[in-house]
C-alpha cells in the first residue's frame, strides 16, 4: 500500500514538472514577445527600417489610426520618409496572449514626435499580431486606434 502512495506521489510530482515546465515555456515566449515589442519602439524611435523588417512578416498588414490599410513595404516607407521624425515610442501597458505559435498584443503605446513640420503626441491602443515562423517571431498585423482626451483619462 505504501508503495502504492508513493507511486501516485512521483507521478503527481512528475505531472507537476511538466506543467511547471509548460508555465516556464510559455512565460519564456511572453518574454520574448514583450522584448520584441520593446525593440519595435527603439526601431520607431531610430528610424531603424532594417530593424522593422526583421520583426515584421512580409505578408504583415498595418491597419493605421486612420483607417488605412498598408503593406509592409508601405510600411517600412513611411517610417523612412524623412518628414516624420519620431522622437518617442513607449508602451505604457501591454497583455500578451499566447496561443501556440502565435501570440495577441493588446495595449496602449504613446508616440510623439514631428511630421510634416506638425508636432503630435499620439495615444493609440493596438493590437499586434505575431505568429512563429521557421522558428521566429514576426508580426503579421498591426492595427491601432487613436485614444481621444476622454478615453485617456478613463
Not at 520607431?44 to 522593422?52: I, S, V
Not at 505578408?59 to 493605421?64: A, L, Q, R, Y
Request: hydrophobic content about 45%.
Amino acid at each position: 500500500m505504501r508503495i502504492k502512495f508513493l507511486s501516485i506521489g512521483v507521478l503527481l510530482l512528475a505531472g507537476t514538472g511538466l506543467v511547471v515546465r509548460g508555465q516556464n515555456a510559455e512565460t519564456d515566449e511572453v518574454g520574448r514577445i514583450q522584448a520584441l515589442e520593446l525593440a519595435w519602439n527603439h526601431a520607431l524611435e531610430a528610424k531603424d527600417a532594417k530593424a522593422l523588417d526583421m520583426l515584421l512578416a512580409n505578408t504583415m498588414i498595418s491597419v493605421d489610426i486612420d483607417g488605412s490599410i498598408v503593406n509592409k513595404g508601405e510600411f517600412l516607407a513611411s517610417i523612412k520618409a524623412p518628414d516624420y521624425q519620431p522622437s518617442q515610442a513607449v508602451t505604457e501597458q501591454s497583455s500578451v496572449q499566447m496561443y501556440g505559435d502565435a501570440a495577441v498584443v493588446a495595449g496602449i503605446f504613446r508616440v510623439k514626435g514631428t511630421d510634416k513640420g506638425k508636432a503630435y503626441v499620439h495615444r493609440e491602443r493596438f493590437v499586434d499580431t505575431w505568429i512563429k515562423i521557421n522558428g521566429t517571431w514576426q508580426c503579421v498585423a498591426t492595427t491601432s486606434a487613436l485614444m481621444t482626451a476622454k478615453q485617456a483619462a478613463d
